[in-house]
């Protein structure tokens, strides 16, 4: 993965792990998620009932989006990005969570910067079949 002139070489579980998560998100599968995550070396203390709803599902939703389809149209979705600003937002204030897998900031950044970049070129990037298991 580069990161805009920074280059790091992600765990094989976190490689094979992901996009376990990203179709757990596309499926609305609470518990696939939360398996993901834990998976990954995410803590958290027992969630309130509407923690997936609430926080994790926004953000799921949000994620996969560009997975909903072959290629995903950055230019007719140009707000894409900014749409993830409330929804980061109320992850960041999560208080169940304990830990936080290092890769995953490191990802995140990453794919938000390169979003970005899609977005300000108006690209349409063929992103699904590299993280949906059909």
Not at 89 to 115: I, M
């Amino acid at each position: 993965m580069i990161d805009f002139g920074c280059v790091k070489q992600l765990s094989d579980t976190f490689v094979d792990t992901l996009p376990r998560l990203l179709n757990a998100f596309a499926r609305n599968d609470a518990d696939g998620v939360f398996a993901a995550y834990r998976q990954l070396g995410m803590e958290h203390k027992s969630a309130p009932p509407d923690f997936y709803a609430q926080v994790l599902r926004p953000f799921g939703e949000w994620v996969s989006r560009p997975l909903q389809k072959d290629a995903f149209d950055f230019g007719k979705h140009s707000d894409y990005t900014s749409q993830a600003r409330e929804i980061i937002h109320n992850l960041a204030k999560t208080s169940g969570l304990n830990k936080v897998a290092d890769e995953f900031v490191f990802f995140d950044r990453t794919v938000y910067g390169l979003c970005k970049i899609f977005e300000r070129m108006g690209a349409t990037v063929k992103i699904r079949q590299h993280w949906v298991n059909e």
